[in-house]
């Protein structure tokens, strides 16, 4: 499972942070947790399609919380969405879907299911489907307010198929009965026992989205176990009187409820826009639970980590500087890989880019001043940061001085690169959003 963090702001957004919205991505399905105002937009930005969502889940009605729904649901009518889609979320969210779609005379050509929760239940187990299910559980905010927990059913274990072809196992019928946990019968009358081929079952993963809410245990429930508990940090411990007042949860409370519930990782968002620097927050959970990360928005959290490499690919290539042939530059983006111009032995004066210059001409560009900035980022932050986001303003800067940079290296030609002797520093290209689709 991979979450997305699309709207990282509490009620105001600020410039680089939206109002809540969290996808989940699994199996090629989105799960969205709260549709705050420009979630579609950010899905877009993610990667992620808006015809893929199978279920939206509204944790309250904090107009921040919903205020992209019905703006969402348009969207799905104009692509002709034909399959069902299921709205979960407090008592109440069928009448405001409804009367909405009404005023505005809309008639869609897909199916609503709505699943309302009542106040007052204890825990409510709001899908149930084969292979995972999502509970919702009340939390203590100003108003009635659901936290969610999508948990993986556990998995078959692994098929032994080397030992399964000896023993002359062939058809894929007889592969899945035995993953179902059946025992098979072969055609020369042997039986096979499942356990003898198919391993011990494997936990599923988890996921808690728990926002809005003071420390409460039923927060504690939710993220018991989880793989990944998403929780809100409205306030730096300092606030602790303004978080209770408003009902919020200050770093601190996010960090109690990660160790008590034994989560593996803590992600924190909903972040006041009196937060700058969200690095108050993060230091602050961190005092009371360590594998705590901030929420990033369009930066991807991986249940399993080791599935992020099969997914990402790099779309540069990271050039070790400390290494002795470090007199070229050598990024390339991966496109142009695609396209059979290698980055590698083609530093020097090759087509996609101009080694950097010592002196001389073109100060127009004021290049020099501007170099660097995202040599010491990863690829992947590289890829997903968007456009007038925080701490990401200089890699943008730095993109696109590159594809400049490269126009005008085919302008000037070769001799241009002849004169250069000093290390380039790396400068990490980002993906347009419009050119691809993650997941
Ligand atoms: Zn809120």
Same mark, same amino acid.
């Given at each position: 499972?991979?979450?997305?963090?699309?709207?990282?702001?509490?009620?105001? %957004?600020?410039?680089?942070?939206?109002?809540?919205?969290?996808?989940?991505?699994?199996?090629?399905?989105?799960?969205?947790?709260?549709?705050? *105002?420009?979630? #579609?937009?950010?899905?877009?930005?993610?990667?992620?399609?808006?015809?893929?969502?199978?279920?939206?889940?509204?944790?309250?009605?904090?107009?921040?919380?919903?205020?992209?729904?019905?703006?969402?649901?348009?969207?799905?009518?104009? #692509?002709?969405? *034909?399959?069902?889609?299921?709205?979960?979320? %407090?008592?109440?969210?069928?009448?405001?879907?409804?009367?909405?779609?009404?005023?505005?005379?809309? !008639?869609?050509?897909?199916?609503?299911? =709505?699943? !309302?929760?009542?106040?007052?239940?204890?825990?409510?187990?709001?899908?149930?489907?084969?292979?995972?299910?999502? *509970?919702?559980? %009340?939390?203590?905010?100003?108003?009635?307010?659901?936290?969610?927990?999508?948990?993986? $059913?556990?998995?078959?274990?692994?098929?032994?198929?080397?030992?399964?072809?000896?023993?002359?196992?062939?058809?894929?019928?007889? =592969?899945?009965?035995?993953?179902?946990?059946?025992?098979?019968?072969?055609?020369?009358?042997?039986?096979?026992?499942?356990?003898?081929?198919? /391993?011990? #079952?494997?936990?599923?993963?988890?996921?808690?989205?728990?926002?809005?809410?003071?420390?409460?245990?039923?927060?504690?429930?939710?993220?018991?176990?989880?793989?990944?508990?998403?929780?809100?940090?409205?306030?730096?411990? #300092?606030?602790?009187?303004?978080?209770?007042?408003?009902?919020?949860?200050?770093?601190?409370?996010?960090?109690?409820?990660?160790?008590?519930?034994?989560?593996?990782?803590?992600?924190?968002?909903?972040?006041?826009?009196?937060?700058?620097?969200?690095?108050?927050?993060? $230091? *602050?959970? @961190?005092?009371?639970?360590?594998?705590?990360?901030?929420?990033?928005?369009?930066?991807?959290? =991986?249940?399993?980590?080791?599935?992020?490499?099969?997914?990402?690919?790099?779309?540069?290539?990271?050039?070790?500087?400390?290494?002795?042939?470090?007199? /070229?530059?050598?990024?390339?983006?991966?496109?142009?890989?695609?396209?059979?111009?290698?980055?590698?032995?083609?530093?020097?004066? /090759?087509?996609?880019?101009?080694?950097?210059?010592?002196?001389?001409?073109?100060?127009?560009?004021?290049?020099?001043?501007?170099?660097?900035?995202? +040599?010491?980022?990863?690829?992947?932050?590289?890829? =997903?940061? @968007?456009?007038?986001?925080?701490?990401?303003?200089?890699?943008?800067?730095?993109?696109?001085? +590159?594809?400049?940079?490269?126009?005008?290296?085919?302008?000037?030609?070769?001799?241009?690169?002849?004169?250069?002797?000093? %290390?380039?520093?790396?400068?990490?290209?980002?993906?347009?959003?419009?050119?691809?689709?993650?997941?």
């Amino acid at each position: 499972m991979i979450v997305v963090p699309l709207g990282i702001a509490s009620a105001t %957004p600020t410039a680089i942070r939206h109002l809540p919205a969290v996808a989940l991505w699994r199996e090629g399905s989105v799960y969205l947790f709260d549709c705050g *105002e420009n979630a #579609q937009m950010s899905m877009l930005q993610a990667g992620l399609k808006r015809s893929k969502i199978d279920c939206i889940f509204i944790s309250h009605f904090d107009v921040d919380h919903y205020s992209g729904l019905m703006g969402l649901i348009s969207t799905l009518q104009l #692509q002709r969405r *034909e399959r069902d889609l299921t709205l979960v979320g %407090p008592t109440g969210i069928k009448e405001f879907v409804e009367w909405n779609l009404k005023f505005s005379g809309v !008639e869609l050509s897909f199916k609503l299911i =709505f699943s !309302e929760v009542k106040e007052g239940e204890d825990v409510t187990r709001v899908v149930d489907k084969a292979d995972y299910y999502v *509970e919702a559980r %009340p939390l203590k905010h100003r108003r009635f307010c659901l936290g969610y927990r999508f948990q993986e $059913k556990d998995k078959p274990g692994k098929v032994d198929s080397e030992k399964a072809i000896k023993l002359g196992i062939t058809e894929d019928d007889q =592969f899945k009965a035995l993953k179902a946990g059946e025992n098979i019968k072969l055609e020369d009358g042997t039986e096979i026992e499942a356990y003898e081929i198919v /391993g011990h #079952q494997r936990p599923g993963d988890s996921f808690a989205y728990v926002t809005d809410t003071e420390y409460c245990p039923n927060a504690v429930k939710l993220a018991m176990n989880t793989n990944i508990l998403y929780h809100e940090a409205t306030f730096s411990n #300092q606030l602790a009187d303004k978080a209770k007042e408003t009902g919020h949860s200050t770093a601190g409370d996010a960090a109690r409820v990660a160790t008590e519930a034994q989560t593996k990782l803590l992600v924190i968002g909903h972040f006041s826009a009196r937060y700058t620097n969200l690095h108050v927050l993060l $230091k *602050e959970a @961190r005092e009371g639970f360590y594998p705590t990360w901030l929420a990033n928005e369009l930066r991807p959290i =991986f249940t399993d980590p080791a599935h992020e490499r099969g997914i990402i690919s790099a779309k540069v290539e990271i050039k070790d500087l400390t290494k002795s042939e470090s007199s /070229g530059s050598s990024y390339s983006p991966g496109r142009r890989d695609s396209r059979g111009s290698s980055s590698r032995g083609q530093s020097r004066g /090759g087509k996609n880019f101009r080694p950097r210059r010592n002196s001389g001409g073109y100060r127009s560009d004021n290049r020099d001043n501007r170099s660097g900035g995202s +040599s010491s980022r990863d690829d992947r932050g590289g890829s =997903f940061n @968007r456009d007038n986001r925080g701490g990401s303003d200089r890699s943008n800067t730095g993109e696109r001085r +590159s594809y400049g940079s490269s126009s005008y290296n085919r302008e000037r030609g070769r001799d241009d690169s002849s004169n250069d002797t000093k %290390p380039t520093k790396i400068i990490t290209p980002r993906t347009s959003y419009d050119d691809f689709d993650r997941f």
